[in-house]
């Protein structure tokens, strides 16, 4: 069955340094999400884009962060400068349409930031 | 403000009972209702989506929608302990591409 893929599962890095976080959507979602979870907290949204641009973006996707499709198949959340509250774990999602969209999530990667 | 509102539990049923999970929306206009599973450590699982008023049935999991009431449910019949997790609502608020959750509710299904 196909699935959602991220690497890395674990990414250390120190306060003020960039982090890109990487995804795999399935292969015929055309749909694309960022979301994170701050430890025992609830999932928030961050961002979706769709036809290689953004559709939606949350409060908490400020100019420190950026989505990319660079090729046909990944899909990057990149962090400019982190911040110590930028610590959580991070899901990307894809779903095959907009508005009744079932998402399928990604197994997340844990950022923490030192 | 958009909110999504479930009781965080902790929900305690014993085996083979019925579970009710219960949550609550602020956009009236909300169109797309989603349930997930989350185990501890694990990204979301979809159980179910539901979008018309009324109920929604698969397997063991009935999910009900209220729009009027801005309420949104799901039902576990016959639980099993493998149903112990946290139950996120999802709703997509609007008519963008925007997805919020709720807090979730602890469910654990006692052998």
């Known amino acids: 069955e196909p699935e959602v893929t991220q690497t890395p599962s674990h990414q250390v890095t120190q306060m003020g340094q960039e982090v890109i976080l990487r995804c795999v959507p399935i292969?015929?979602?055309?749909?694309f999400y960022w979301y994170r979870q701050i430890l025992g907290q609830k999932v928030e949204f961050l961002v979706s884009f769709y036809n290689n641009e953004i559709s939606e973006k949350s409060e908490i996707f400020d100019d420190q962060f950026s989505v990319e499709r660079p090729d046909g198949s990944n899909f990057t959340l990149k962090i400019r400068s982190t911040k110590l509250e930028d610590s959580a774990m991070y899901f990307c999602?894809?779903?095959?349409?907009?508005?009744?969209?079932?998402?399928?999530f990604g197994p997340g990667t844990r950022l923490t930031v030192l | 403000q958009k909110e999504v509102e479930q009781n965080s539990g902790p929900l305690s049923v014993p085996e083979g009972a019925i579970a009710s999970l219960n949550c609550t929306y602020s956009d009236r206009g909300s169109q797309s209702f989603f349930w997930y599973r989350q185990y501890s450590g694990k990204s979301p699982e979809l159980i179910m989506s539901?979008?018309?008023?009324g109920d929604k049935e698969d397997g063991r999991f009935t999910a009900q929608l209220n729009k009027a009431s801005q309420y949104v449910s799901l039902l576990i019949r016959d639980s099993q302990p493998s149903d112990s997790a946290t139950y996120l609502c999802a709703v997509n608020m609007f008519t963008g591409n925007q997805f919020y959750f709720g807090t979730g509710t602890s469910l654990t299904v006692i052998p």
């Open positions: 292969s015929n979602h055309l749909y």
């Open positions: 539901i979008y018309s008023n």
């Open positions: 999602a894809s779903g095959t349409e907009a508005q009744h969209n079932e998402q399928f």
